[in-house]
C-alpha cells in the first residue's frame, strides 16, 4: 500500500491577526497580556489552511463577533481575499463562561493561594481551554485546517473578543 504524498503546510500559515475592536469590550492586564501572549504565538507558530486555499498562503485573519456569529476573515498576506467564515457562537457561549468563572478563581488564587490550590486551579482552567480548542477545531472542519496547538491560540483570541469587563 502506497502512502499519501507528505502534505507541505509551509505556506499554510497566518502571518498577521487583528481583532474587531468594534467586538472587544474594556478589559483589565489580565486579559489585555492573554491577548498580546496569544497573537505572537500564534504568529511564531501555526497550522492554519483554509479549504480550497491549496497552500497559497500565507494568510492573514481578521477575527469579530457580529451578530451572535463568530466572523474569521481570511486573507493573502497582500490583502487579497480568501474566505469569510461566520460560526454560530452557541457551542462557545458555556465554555466561555466556565473559563471566565475559572480564570477569575486562578487570577485571585495566584495572589492569596497556597501553590497547591493554584495549580488545581490551573488544571481546570487549562481542560476549559483544551475544551474550548476541541469546539473550535470542529466547528472549523471542512472550513480551516488547524492543529490543536493553533486551535487553542485562537480560542483565547475569541475569549478575548467575549469578554466585556
Known sequence: MTQPPEQDDSQNRIVGV????DSIGRSGPDIEHERAIAIYDLIEQNLFAPEGADGKG???????????RLMFDIR???GTPVVAHLLSLTPF?????DY???????YQAIRTATPDKIEAIDM?????????SRTLQERLKGKV???FET???????????????
Open 18 to 21: 487583528t481583532l474587531d475592536e
Open 58 to 68: 500565507p494568510f492573514t485573519l481578521h477575527i469579530g463577533i457580529t451578530g451572535s
Open 76 to 78: 493573502r498576506e497582500d
Open 93 to 97: 457561549r458555556r465554555i466561555v463562561k
Open 100 to 106: 471566565f468563572m475559572i480564570c477569575d478563581s486562578y
Open 124 to 132: 481546570g482552567r487549562r481542560g476549559i481551554h483544551d475544551e474550548g
Open 145 to 147: 485546517r488547524v492543529d
Open 151 to 165: 486551535s487553542r491560540r485562537l480560542f483565547t483570541l475569541i475569549t478575548v473578543l467575549h469578554w466585556k469587563g
